[in-house]
T-cell receptor
């Protein structure tokens, strides 16, 4: 099974809402990633978890809060977002850290109103 | 200078032709190089990776790496309309535990 799943596929939220994005993989990968992708731009790294511990935070605003409950699951908690945060949020996983062979989920299309 | 540079395109090739996609990078210590394909509205999909100088072939795809020139390329032989997508070059930094993506090249294969 080489699949990374993400829910929901689409999310519309107001600036005062709290919501969460979920990601799951069953490939036994030990590194998981959150990326943000704006239209016609490449993916932009947000967070990296390795062995369930936060390894990299690319200076992401605190209104984005990642969580890794176990080796298969990755969440991204959203609170008080801005309209400019509207984007495609991608989850990815790899066998280990420093591994560019990453498998991406289908993404969550987020719209902040 | 951007860390990873690609021509944004679009690169238009006729069906059956060879499509040549190019990428240069600035971190001389980088050791690992990747090509991802992204269809419109979809997520990136890893199609090739290369770690050593020279060529690496997989089906219709050939990745080429020249570390001295800091240059990576992807050749797609017998291009098909289904190959029409954005191709992202990605380079693993020597330090920083990070995969850096180029802006991507849009490929259009015309039937």
């Amino acid at each position: 099974d080489t699949e990374v799943t993400q829910t929901p596929k689409h999310l519309v939220m107001g600036m005062t809402n709290k919501k969460s994005l979920k990601c799951e993989q069953h490939m036994g990968h030990r590194a998981m990633y959150w990326y943000k992708q704006k239209a016609k731009k490449p993916p932009e790294l947000m967070f990296v978890y390795s062995y369930e511990k936060l390894s990299i935070n690319e200076s992401v605003p605190s209104r984005f809060s990642p969580e890794c409950p176990n080796s298969s699951l990755l969440n991204l908690h959203l609170h008080a977002l801005q309209p400019e945060d509207s984007a495609l949020y991608l989850c990815a996983s790899s066998e280990g850290l420093l591994n560019g062979e990453q498998y991406f989920g289908p993404g969550t299309r987020l719209t902040v109103t | 200078q951007k860390e990873v540079e690609q021509n944004s395109g679009p690169l238009s090739v006729p069906e059956g032709a060879i499509a040549s996609l190019n990428c240069t990078y600035s971190d001389r210590g980088s050791q690992s190089f990747f090509w991802y394909r992204q269809y419109s509205g979809k997520s990136p999909e890893l199609i090739m990776f290369i770690y050593s100088n020279g060529d690496k072939e997989d089906g219709r795809f050939t990745a080429q790496l020249n570390k001295a020139s800091q240059y990576v390329s992807l050749l797609i032989r017998d291009s098909q309309p289904s190959d029409s997508a954005t191709y992202l070059c990605a380079v693993e930094r020597e330090y920083g535990n990070k995969l850096v993506f180029g802006a991507g090249t849009i490929l259009r294969v015309k039937s």
